[in-house]
């Protein structure tokens, strides 16, 4: 059995550690970079402030901090939006395999776009307080 970064690994042709979020995608069969590159948008849209860059091997947007990882795998599409973003859409991502700070869409499903953009604009907002709250204890 693959643990997740092998398994996310064996999917990656060139075997090297992606620079960019293009690099990152342009390494999956077409299908999935398509996939790949709406969930960008989608986080971008959402998150215009935000910053990409590669974290964990994963395309990551940071605003004042981490905000959501996500990366795709043989069967699904992780979504790293912490514990807390897990848990503020514990309903709706009920119907999703996952972990205490993530989320688990399968490839043969169709991708909650929209659930994403509400999950990164509550995770904009959570990282925005707390700046602003580390601001005023100086």
């Known amino acids: 059995m693959l643990s997740g970064s092998d398994e996310r690994r064996t999917m990656i042709t060139d075997q090297t550690t ?16 398509e996939i790949l590159e709406k969930i960008r948008m989608t986080i971008r849209n959402a998150a215009p402030d935000a910053k990409e860059t590669i974290k964990y091997q994963m395309p990551t947007f940071t605003l004042k ?22 848990e503020e859409f514990d309903k709706e ?28 604009k509550f995770r904009v907002k959570e990282n925005l307080e707390r700046a602003e709250a580390k601001k005023k204890k100086k």
């Open 93 to 120: 991502l009920s119907v999703y395999k996952g972990g205490k700070g993530s989320a688990r869409f399968p490839l043969d499903k169709p991708i909650p776009y929209d659930l994403i953009s509400r999950i990164v």
């Open 65 to 86: 901090g981490n905000l959501v990882h996500f990366a795709a795998f043989k069967m699904h599409i992780g979504f790293y939006p912490t514990p807390s973003g897990i």
């Open 18 to 33: 992606p620079k960019t979020i293009d690099e990152y995608i342009a390494s999956f069969p077409q299908d999935v970079q």
